[in-house]
């Protein structure tokens, strides 16, 4: 059955306050729904699998230069979008490809365990903030004191910032990041988000020259070298774009995946309970707290040639919205998906993507998650959340997330045990 929607109703406001019961909706419909002519996209793709084949097809692409240049885009003029085109989020196949398996050099698995003890520190310095700021029982933001903090500081410490520098970038990252959400923008964000790729494009020319000049064990001077063995393989702005999008890219998500992941479990004493007793668990609370309120709710692609999308035609240079937040939620794909179950096994939910621009940055994402809740859960058991709405589709979280904390740090056990 042919079904259409209008992309007003996924973007409107009961949408983003729940947009499962609008998924579930979707889901009875098949896989992909139509979109009215009006509309700037072709359809809505939701079932599990043809979201999953979209991402891996590569007659779909990102939307590249080539792409907003044919479609009358004006993007130059804008440095945040000079960025975000430059890097490897927009890149096309073989530039994709190029740009990609060198900063893949960088970030090996060896790299990325050998930071667990840094996000370890890093969390425990945090902890310690936020219990200072609640000792009183007052409530603290935990998006602002803890969430959004923790993922500037750790990719900081993985590029090699240096301490002193990262209290800068969370407000950078934060104004350049409001262009990735859909829908409109005010001029004074676009403005913000300018500026703010100007001062991150001059930080990044630094950090390199003195790391070109002066090595260390870091990321940044573990890419130059790989750079070096390849002259002429990345230019500049390619090089200064990944490492700013780096910081973007894993910013609010994994801010988004600690916020979301702490509400769902102060919601479920059972479940916080169970990991607090056993930290083992952590990695599949993980995933279970990705499929189920996964911090990236869509990506957009357009169809290179003419294609269908389980049954429905897309024509060639038409755009397609991939809700990867539905297809986590597709009956056909997870039994019972609408409950929260960390011991579910095959659970390949589709919160990172897949296909080629699978996200870069999984495995250190993944790696903070396991170290930061069971810590975060063992340092404030009887921790109490007060979540107000979310709004973003994009980027999914909380602006604000006020907590109550009850905290069992060192200085307030009993003198006598
Ligand atoms: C829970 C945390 C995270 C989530 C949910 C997430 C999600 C995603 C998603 C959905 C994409 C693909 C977008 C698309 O297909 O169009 C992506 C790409 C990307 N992510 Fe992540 N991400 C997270 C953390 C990180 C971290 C920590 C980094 C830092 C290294 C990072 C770096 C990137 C980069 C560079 C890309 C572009 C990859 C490409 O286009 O080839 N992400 N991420």
Do not use: K
Not at 134 to 141: K, L, S
Not at 147 to 164: K, M, N, Q, T, Y
Not at 181 to 191: A, D, F, L, T
Request: aromatic share 6%; hydrophobic share 45%; net charge neutral.
């Amino acid at each position: 059955m042919r079904v259409t929607i209008s992309l007003d109703e996924l973007l409107g406001d009961e949408v983003r306050r729940d947009p499962y019961p609008f998924y579930a909706r979707l889901h009875e419909a098949g896989e992909a729904v139509a979109l009215r002519p009006a509309d700037p996209h072709a359809l809505v793709v939701h079932g599990y699998d043809a979201v999953n084949r979209v991402l891996r097809d590569p007659v779909f692409r990102v939307l590249g230069a080539d792409y907003l240049d044919r479609v009358g885009v004006r993007w130059r003029e804008h440095q945040v979008i000079r960025i975000l085109q430059s890097s490897m989020l927009n890149a096309a196949e073989g530039d994709h490809l190029r740009v990609r398996h060198l900063f893949s050099q960088a970030l090996t698995p060896r790299r990325v365990a050998a930071l667990e003890p840094a996000i370890g520190r890093i969390a425990d310095g945090l902890l310690d903030g936020l219990a200072a700021d609640g000792a009183d029982g007052r409530p603290v933001d935990f998006m602002a004191r803890f969430a959004l903090r923790l993922p500037s500081d750790v990719i900081g410490e993985l590029l090699g910032v240096p301490e002193a520098d990262r209290e800068w970038f969370p407000s950078r990252v934060r104004a350049f990041d409001a262009v990735l959400e859909i829908g409109r923008r005010s001029m004074r964000e676009v403005r913000a988000a300018n500026v703010a790729a100007a001062e991150l494009t001059a930080y990044f020319t630094d950090l390199v020259a003195a790391r070109r000049a002066r090595p260390r064990d870091d990321f940044v001077s573990a890419l130059l070298r790989g750079l070096d063995a390849e002259p002429g393989r990345l230019t500049a702005d390619e090089l200064l774009a990944n490492l700013i999008i780096m910081y973007n890219a894993g910013f609010r998500t994994t801010a988004n995946l600690l916020g979301n992941g702490l509400v769902l479990l102060t919601e479920r004493p059972d479940a916080r309970d169970a990991l607090r007793a056993d930290p083992s668990l952590a990695a599949s609370y993980v995933e279970e707290i990705l499929r189920y309120e996964p911090p990236v709710h869509f990506a957009v692609r357009y169809a290179a040639a003419d294609t269908e999308v389980a049954g429905l035609p897309v024509a060639a240079g038409r755009t397609v919205v991939v809700l990867t937040g539905a297809a986590n939620r597709d009956p056909r794909r997870f039994p019972d998906p609408d409950r929260f179950d960390p011991s579910r096994t095959d659970n390949r939910h589709l919160a990172f993507s897949a296909g080629p621009h699978y996200c870069f940055g999984a495995t250190l994402a993944r790696a903070e998650g396991r170290l930061v809740l069971p810590r975060l859960l063992g340092r404030f058991p009887a921790l109490a959340a007060e979540p107000g709405p979310r709004r973003a589709l994009m980027l999914r979280g909380y602006d604000r997330l006020p907590v109550r904390l009850a905290d069992r740090a060192p200085c307030q056990t009993n003198p006598i045990e």
